[in-house]
């Protein structure tokens, strides 16, 4: 008889659709970055990325009740740090009254129940652009991790819930931890940029935090020496489960799209929740090819925040994340 299956019996309408379909949006799906700047009554748009701003503190928290009632519940805070507090050790990252952690109060403020994630990397504090402390034209590794960790300790000491380590130094999340631990924040949460890609898609972020890697002679340019190659597979998953060992509580794979074989591979082989970072050069496409006209930007959107869900992630860190969560509700 034929056929005994009809597929397309259950794609009839858009009722019997909803009901049989797999993946669903929700706001508790995002995590949303937020760049903060210096000065009051700033409210600065990112060439790079339209319809996406760096805010001061003060209009950082309209932003943030803004989110909280659209039904966004978490942020990921990333500061643009002034030039003249820029080192190569990343000073000004500890200090207890810097931007960071006045973002992290003021947040917490207007939104106590607004979980708060802090990126942890020396980029933005960096007068190179990279990610760790340079000697001898290295990225030296485990200064950078102590570093870090007592950066992640400042940042849960002014009220983050969750320190995001983005740099990719080998056991960074062990030492992380362990600071932790013997401050007493044992309630703080980790969440690991376990495999991180050395990526061109992270342009438009570079823009937004004036933190690209500087053009020197003995100082790589790139950040291939730190973040993974895109050709590697089963190193991500070596990465992530090395994080996990160390006490990570959420692991990332970034970018998102071009990654979502990783994701799923990675979904597979942990127990952790698994998070993915739509990146800067995702959003900087999308909105681009639609301001041309050349992609309806709404239904290529949720088809790609739809996908990486599908791919495995639990979390998904997008700067879409207003934008998709207006269009559903
Ligand atoms: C910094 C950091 C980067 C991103 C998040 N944290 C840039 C980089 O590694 O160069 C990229 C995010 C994006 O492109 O949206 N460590």
Not at 110 to 121: E, F, I, R, Y
């Amino acid at each position: 008889m034929f056929p005994l299956r009809r597929n397309r019996r259950l794609r009839t309408t858009s009722a019997l659709r909803a009901l049989v379909r797999e993946t669903i949006i929700t706001p508790n799906d995002f995590l949303v970055p937020l760049f903060v700047v210096e000065g009051k009554g700033v409210k600065d748009e990112i060439a790079s990325m339209p319809n996406y701003f760096r805010y001061s503190l003060d209009l950082l928290e309209h932003e943030v009740k803004s989110l909280w009632a659209l039904g966004l519940k978490s942020v990921l805070l990333f500061v643009k740090v002034p030039d003249n507090l820029k080192d190569n050790i990343g000073t000004e990252a500890l200090n207890q009254d810097g931007l960071m952690q006045r973002a992290i109060k003021t947040v917490k403020n207007v939104c106590p129940d607004m979980l708060v994630m802090t990126d942890v990397a020396l980029d933005p504090y960096s007068v190179y652009g990279h990610d760790g402390i340079i000697e001898n034209g290295e990225i030296i590794n485990d200064d950078t991790a102590a570093f870090l960790a007592e950066m992640s300790v400042s940042h849960a000491k002014a009220g983050a819930d969750f320190v995001a380590p983005s740099d990719m130094m080998d056991g960074r999340i062990l030492t992380i931890r362990e600071a932790l631990e013997n401050e007493g924040l044992i309630n703080t949460g980790i969440m690991s940029y376990s495999a991180k890609y050395a990526s061109a898609f992270y342009g438009p972020f570079r823009d937004a935090l004036d933190s690209a890697p500087v053009d020197l002679i003995d100082i790589p340019k790139d950040k291939k020496t730190y973040q993974m190659d895109f050709g590697n597979r089963f190193e991500a998953i070596r990465e992530t489960e090395m994080d996990i060992n160390e006490g990570a509580d959420i692991v990332m794979v970034k970018p998102g799209l071009c990654y979502l074989d990783i994701v799923r591979d990675i979904k597979n082989a942990v127990e952790v929740p698994v998070a993915v970072y739509q990146v800067s050069g995702e959003y900087a496409m999308l909105k681009a090819a639609a301001e041309k006209g050349w992609l309806d930007h709404d239904a290529v959107m949720m088809e790609q925040v739809t996908s990486i869900k599908r791919a495995g992630a639990d979390i998904i860190g997008s700067y879409f994340a207003k934008d998709v969560v207006k269009l559903i509700s």
